[in-house]
């Protein structure tokens, strides 16, 4: 398994923009499927993007496409989220998570950052 650590958080108007990062300990980094993952207050958790291990392929949830970019260095073992014109519902905590190529579920998760979009 790999240790994820994201960092980038903060508070934005609406609109602004944000970029999270999610570092990776561990030598196979590019061998990991990667993805981000939000907590609002009372909320489920739910998806937003995921990239495959080669960085060739993203996907995302509906409410981020054109807005969210989901990239991943493997030369650095950091993956990364371009949030741009940030609205207030995408206000919560954001995590990273990873998944052995190949694997149905993600296995890894950290600890999460805080995004806080103000009207």
């Known amino acids: 398994q790999v240790q994820l650590v994201e960092s980038g958080g903060g508070l934005v108007q609406a609109g602004g923009s944000l970029r999270l990062s999610c570092a990776a300990s561990?030598?196979?980094?590019?061998?990991?499927?990667m993805g981000w993952f939000r907590q609002a207050p009372g909320k489920d958790r739910e998806f937003v993007a995921r990239?495959?291990?080669?960085?060739?392929?993203?996907y995302y949830t509906d409410s981020v496409k054109g807005r969210f970019a989901i990239s991943k260095d493997n030369a650095k073992n950091t993956m990364y989220l371009q949030m741009n014109s940030l609205k207030p519902e995408d206000t919560a905590v954001y995590s990273c998570?990873?998944?052995?190529?190949?694997?149905?579920?993600?296995?890894?998760w950290g600890q999460g950052t805080q995004v806080t979009v103000s009207s």
């Open positions: 990239i495959t291990w080669s960085g060739g392929n993203t």
């Open positions: 561990g030598r196979t980094f590019s061998m990991y499927d």
């Open positions: 998570a990873a998944r052995m190529q190949g694997s149905s579920a993600f296995s890894s």
